[in-house]
């Protein structure tokens, strides 16, 4: 399998997945434009081509932007649930929108993607689990880690998941009192102490790459969410599964396993 977060953070989410076997792919949410899409996906070696389905996980902007033009572009499917498509204009092309439930399993080529609910301020969130030979899970968005993201994380292989926000930075920063208090909460974002220990109480051995996601431009810097999440999880001996980071602006690595 091949994945890559093509974006992540607050102004743009989107994570591309592939069975390298069937070399179909899918796309976890499309929050950038489809121009920033295909231009990102080019520089990792990709095409849209290869792109079979469009996955959304709620309907907030940042996760939804992109996906009309794309999918009426490449007649590409998107997947939602009914709360979440009748929450917003996913895309102007009713046929090219397919309802799902939040416990749906949907095969697209060579993968299987596994939907799955969590708790955030959105209609009717989930996240999804990809499997092929491999589990990859993409967890975003989510106000604490509940049974089901848990479950996700103990059986994942790869793990894109949430260090939203350093909780001191929060604290200090300049955002209104509501706002500071929804983010912290149970419906609002991980940050990168709840994640970092999720994953070292959760996570198996076979773990290999965590790609921390959703950072906040305003609460959070790459270098703090890396430093944080490495140092909880090394409280575990023999657990020692490479960390990185995914930006808004640029690609990760195509990652393959």
Request: aromatic share 6%.
């Amino acid at each position: 399998m091949k994945i890559a977060a093509l974006a992540s953070g607050s102004a743009g989410n989107c994570f591309y997945i592939e069975d390298d076997r069937s070399e179909t792919a899918v796309l976890i949410d499309a929050g950038i434009s489809t121009r920033q899409i295909s231009l990102r996906l080019a520089l990792l070696g990709l095409t849209a081509e290869k792109i079979k389905g469009i996955f959304i996980t709620h309907e907030h902007a940042d996760h939804i932007k992109g996906a009309d033009v794309f999918a009426r572009k490449y007649q590409v499917p998107i997947f939602a649930t009914k709360k979440t498509i009748d929450s917003c204009l996913l895309c102007s092309d009713k046929s090219l929108i397919e309802p799902i439930k939040n416990t749906d399993v949907i095969k697209v080529g060579g993968n299987q993607v596994q939907a799955f609910s969590k708790i955030h301020k959105a209609a009717d969130p989930i996240s999804y689990t990809i499997f092929s030979n491999k589990k990859v899970s993409v967890i975003t968005d989510a106000g604490h880690a509940c049974h089901n993201i848990i479950e996700q994380i103990k059986a994942a292989d790869f793990l894109c998941l949430e260090t939203n926000h350093d909780p001191e930075m929060l604290k200090n920063g300049p955002y209104p009192a509501f706002l500071k208090k929804w983010i912290a909460g149970d419906n609002g974002h991980l940050s990168n102490v709840a994640a970092g220990h999720c994953v070292l109480e959760h996570a198996s051995q076979k773990l290999t790459n965590i790609v921390l996601s959703h950072l906040s431009s305003t609460n959070n810097t790459p270098d703090l969410a890396l430093a944080t999440f490495r140092s909880i999880i090394a409280r575990r001996s023999s657990f020692s599964p490479k960390v990185h980071v995914s930006t808004q602006h640029n690609p990760t690595k195509l990652f393959v396993i």
